[in-house]
């Protein structure tokens, strides 16, 4: 444990070390949008950089399937496949009704009680294997489009699913998604995180998923996040996938230029409160702009990784 003091003076506060041990190895998925593409594609020039930049690299496998059985069966050939090799998978849950309040991300589950389903189901996949699990990009960050009882109801579901996989995937660790540094005020944050179940069923916290700002700042707004909370316990985890170069410094956050790979993914950060640098959104996949969103883009994917 170690002690940091808030720059205001606040009382010291002690925030855990990586949960993680520095060793732990991150599964590695074979059918990543950037390693499907190199298999597809074995004599473009860009191959054996993507393959050995980005293919190689653990990535976060993402479920939006909304159906119920196929979306465990999903989930468990994942966590099998990554036990067989003693690596711990990253599980991204990305299914809450209308999770996208400008509707550039159509999908998720129709309704409250179906996402209640989605969630168990997906939970029973992981069962009693090891798993890295980011909750729902976005569902707390965009829930200002919603009214009062809509958002009593996001956090209802969310609360839910923290309890589900508290219960059904023990050995699961669980971070609800939380925006990023240049979103919403820490103290918004933690008031969300708290009505969704953080400070119940949560590990952690995610930041920064799919997004670009630098890991410095994601760690300092993660533990103002974390004192707002005033849960030691909870810790962070980062998306570095796309912030090497950090922000553009203006609004264009969709499929930007002059962006780059950030820094590998680790469970050895060295960071208190930090468990690990993830690739939680897999580089190359479009956000919308250069491609359609959510295929892979092997021009952008090879600007990222030169």
């Known amino acids: 444990m170690r002690s940091d003091v808030h720059p205001g003076g606040d009382p010291p506060f002690a925030f855990p070390e990586p949960r993680f041990p520095a060793t732990t190895r991150l599964y590695i998925t074979p059918d990543t949008p950037a390693a499907d593409w190199v298999r597809d594609h074995p004599g473009d020039p860009r191959a054996a950089v993507i393959e050995k930049r980005i293919a190689s690299q653990p990535q976060g496998s993402w479920f939006t ?10 989930v468990r050939a994942v966590v099998d496949a990554a036990r067989a090799e003693g690596a711990v998978p990253v599980l991204v849950t990305y299914a809450v009704p209308r999770r996208d309040c400008s509707g550039h991300s ?14 168990e189901a997906f939970a029973r996949g992981v069962g009693s294997r090891d798993a890295l699990v980011v909750l729902e990009p976005d569902a707390l960050a965009l829930a200002d489009c919603l009214s009062h009882r809509e958002q009593r109801d996001r956090f209802a579901a969310l609360s839910f699913a923290g309890r589900v996989l508290d219960h059904h995937a023990p050995r699961a660790r669980v971070y609800y998604d939380a925006g990023n540094s240049g979103w919403h005020p820490a103290r918004t944050m933690a008031d969300r995180l708290r009505r969704a179940g953080a400070t119940r069923y949560g590990d952690g916290i995610a930041l920064n998923v799919s997004n670009f700002n630098r890991t410095g700042d994601e760690i300092s ?3 103002s996040v974390i004192r707002e ?8 985890v980062i998306d570095t996938s796309r912030n090497g170069t950090g922000p553009t410094g203006g609004h264009h956050t969709c499929d930007p230029p002059g962006r780059r790979l950030g820094h590998v993914p680790t469970t050895a950060t060295g960071v208190p409160g930090v468990d690990a640098y993830l690739w939680v959104k897999p580089p190359g996949q479009a956000d919308g702009c250069t491609a359609a969103a959510g295929t892979f883009d092997a021009r952008y994917a090879y600007l990222l990784a030169r």
């Open 65 to 74: 399937d909304p159906d119920p059985l196929d979306v465990e069966g999903e």
């Open 229 to 236: 909370l005033a849960d030691p316990r909870l810790s962070v």
């Open 221 to 223: 707004y993660g533990r």
């Open 106 to 119: 159509t999908g998720g589950t129709g309704d409250l009680a179906a996402y209640r389903d989605w969630i």
